[in-house]
């Protein structure tokens, strides 16, 4: 490591609360977390020691390949066998890497995950430990660290299964996991110190919670009634200075705005379409209005394939009209689907259309992504060889009316069972 990376990354112990200290890593080098997130501040590992009157709780570890400093921070404040528990917000190797060699130096300490985290840390661990025991706690549930209490929020699938958060009763500190957390390192470490870390604080939303947001909104019951005077994530800056405001944040990003716009009463249905002779498009012309005929049905079409990750997130159906070229479906409608990644697109109505010259794939294939992402295809996709009759034309209208029907309850047909509905 070379001087300048080592003076950046060299941070002591920081007691932030009465008996609360920081005891994870920084890693300002790393550019790309998980594959897919770019990390262009890099990251921490944020682990975090609770001392009471009766024992010592570590809460999260660090990555595997920081554990030395890890337990170095934690050597300097406590003993091994001071350590009565550990609590594991959240299994992932960056949180969990760690943990064998804490449990191998602290064997009488006691682990607590939530419920849904036991099949998760079995698998961690059996490369590396023998038996061992755990305690799964639930929301309420409570661990007593003498003039300390632990108490657990269940909190599911943010952004895994197994997730919680842990809230510390006597200094309002909320242990958050990955939860207002953000891949930004900086060792100065409070969010009142630190850069501007607002684009990576709404980017690591953005990839990491927003597919989530329902059990985002169901998290925030839980959390926006505590009285908070801190939030410690597992990633980037510890949040002491006003720290509701990345509560009510989370709740303004997870919020719909398209029911403030059209009504609840409305239901939007949105169609892409990308057509080189024309043909598509006058197919998605006529789908649309037939599923504009019907009451209740809030048509957008849109003759683009930018990303509208918003747009799609809201809507309650997504048409894609695309032709194929050479047996395949479009680069941009590839690009299209793949941005899809990031929102949760379980249950919405999906249908697929378009003209081809004399194969046809695109629609089979755009319906098979759809199926992937967990969407529901109520009618088998629309092909037309090139130019489109009035027949074919009534087709479509017939094609968008149908869906329509679905998407507002009014079909006398039943909905067809997907692979996607029994996963
Ligand atoms: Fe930071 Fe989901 O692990």
New binding site residues.
């Given amino acids: 490591m070379n001087s300048q990376i080592d003076v950046f990354v060299h941070r002591d112990v920081v007691e932030f609360a009465d008996g609360v200290y920081w005891i994870g890593a920084l890693d300002p080098t790393l550019r790309t977390f998980?594959i897919i997130l770019s990390t262009a501040n890099g990251t921490t590992?944020n682990a975090y020691l609770v001392k009471g009157s009766d024992g010592v709780a570590v809460i999260d570890t660090v990555k595997k390949n920081f554990s030395d400093e890890f337990f170095a921070r934690l050597e300097s404040e406590v003993d091994y066998s001071d350590i009565k528990a550990i609590v594991l917000n959240?299994l992932?190797?960056?949180?969990t890497g760690a943990l064998p060699e804490l449990m191998r130096r602290a064997p009488q300490a006691k682990l607590y995950i939530s419920r849904r985290a036991t099949s998760m840390l079995k698998a961690l661990l059996k490369p590396t430990t023998g038996a061992f025991e755990y305690t799964t706690v639930n929301t309420g549930d409570t661990v007593e660290l003498g003039d300390r209490t632990l108490r657990f929020l269940h909190t599911p699938f943010l952004?895994?299964p197994d997730?919680q958060r842990t809230y510390l009763e006597e200094e309002a500190v909320l242990f958050s996991?990955?939860v207002f957390?953000c891949h930004y390192c900086d060792k100065r470490l409070f969010n009142g110190q630190v850069g501007d870390f607002r684009f990576s604080f709404d980017y690591y939303y953005a990839h990491?919670m927003r597919p989530f947001k329902k059990h985002v909104m169901d998290a925030l019951k839980l959390i926006e009634p505590l009285r908070l005077k801190l939030i410690a994530p597992?990633?980037g800056p510890i949040l002491r200075e006003r720290p509701r405001r990345y509560v009510s944040h989370y709740r303004e990003l997870s919020t719909s705005s398209l029911a403030t716009e059209i009504g609840n009463s409305d239901q939007s249905m949105i169609i892409f379409y990308m057509s080189s002779y024309g043909n598509t498009a006058r197919m998605a012309e006529e789908i649309a209005e037939g599923a504009g005929d019907l009451d209740g049905v809030r048509v957008s079409i849109w003759g683009e394939t930018e990303p509208f990750v918003d747009l799609i997130e809201e809507a309650d159906a997504l048409l894609f009209g695309f032709p194929t070229i050479n047996g395949d479906a479009v680069k941009p409608v590839g690009d299209l689907l793949s941005s899809l990644a990031v929102v949760n697109l379980k249950g919405k109505l999906g249908g697929a259309f378009g003209s081809y010259g004399w194969s046809g794939e695109a629609v089979r294939m755009i319906e098979d992504r759809m199926r992937g992402l967990k969407m529901h295809i109520p009618r088998e996709g629309l092909r037309v060889k090139l130019i489109p009759t009035e027949e074919e034309l009534e087709a479509c209208r017939s094609f968008g009316l149908q869906i329509a029907e679905v998407l507002t309850g009014k079909s006398s047909e039943k909905r067809g069972i997907d692979f996607a509905d029994l996963m």
């Fill in positions: 998980d590992y959240h992932e190797p960056d949180h952004h895994w997730t996991g990955d957390g990491i597992t990633h």
